[in-house]
């Protein structure tokens, strides 16, 4: 029995959210209340170790919206949770200037993909998911492209889409067109192709970073956006972007509250400790119908060897503070 893809879309705030739903003809979506459903096609069976093609469309596991695949590629994944770490904060922060928290790391490597979001979907925890391409090199100039996100292999739910339900991105016609073989709805451009070729060194998240502290997931994919050099000041700054995601998998409900950064140029052995209210102007709320949040942002420094670590403060319902840990990532510049 084939089974139908539905589309929740939850009334949350000021927005519709979206999460999962199947149908199988065993199920009904009685006492739904404030959503809608969208039935946007037939689940197809995950794929355990084959990479997806591009053009498939899929559900994202975690954030609930539809997307479609543009390319995959492997990233190195390094998993903090597997080596002990000091529970005193100052001797952490003296493992990672020293590089001994790197050294004792080695990496897995999983597939990745780069993927359009529906335009429909994207809601405040999804809004700030942004690639900057181009260098800063030269002179260039840097623009982004809203709704594009990198995402796990096992975060992917493929389905079939309805020939009118297909995803709903401003480059979505640049990069397909509608199938007329009827084997599948629809087929890739050459241009994807050429695209992914010219700007394949700011979309392939090559070091992949994760930590768990009391049940709070955090990943961290940074990478090399290029320099800036200033002629009038002789002045070179190097910048990075960086992309966080955290996931609550404790079941209770947590509030991020503040941030602790800090950044550390190897080169001339100086720290620098960047604190603040929440991230990039929120204080996301990870719950269980919610779980996840996924912003990103950007640093700059002087040299490029650098790193970059810290902690962000959590609060529970009952008022508690703890404080979780941003596994340490290099700055290095890569391309």
Sequence with gaps: MATTCLLHRHWVGKQWVPAL????????????????LIEIGCMNKPKL?????????????????RGVILFHWVSRVYDHDRHQKPSNVGKWDEDCMSGEVM????????????VLIDQRDISQRTSRNAVTLSS?????KLYCIPGLDYVNH??????????????????????????????SPIITKD???????????????????????????ITVMPFYMGAKVQDEILSTEYWWQYCIRL???????VQLRKRHWRIYNRTESLLETVKGEGVVGQ????????????????????QTNGLMWGTFQMEREDGFLFDIRIPPFSLEETL
Aim: proline share 5%; hydrophobic share 25%.
């Design 21 to 36: 739903g199947c149908w199988n003809g065993l199920s009904s979506s009685r006492g739904i209340s404030s959503s809608r």
């Design 49 to 65: 170790y084959e990479s997806y093609s591009s053009g498939q469309h899929f559900l994202h596991r975690v954030f609930g919206y």
């Design 103 to 114: 050294k004792e790391l080695k990496p897995e490597h999983q597939t990745f993909y780069q």
């Design 136 to 140: 800063v090199s030269n002179k260039k």
């Design 154 to 183: 096992e975060d992917i739910l493929p389905y079939t889409p309805s020939p009118n339900a297909l995803v709903q991105h401003k480059l979505f016609q640049t990069f397909f067109s509608p199938s007329t073989d009827g084997n």
């Design 191 to 217: 241009f994807l192709s050429s695209w992914h070729q010219k700007h394949i060194c700011w979309l392939e998240r090559i070091e992949i970073h994760r930590e768990t502290t009391f049940n709070i997931r």
């Design 247 to 253: 996931e609550n998998i404790s079941g209770s409900t």
């Design 283 to 302: 204080q996301p709320i990870l719950s269980i119908r919610q779980p996840a949040y996924q912003y990103n942002s950007h640093v700059s420094l002087k």
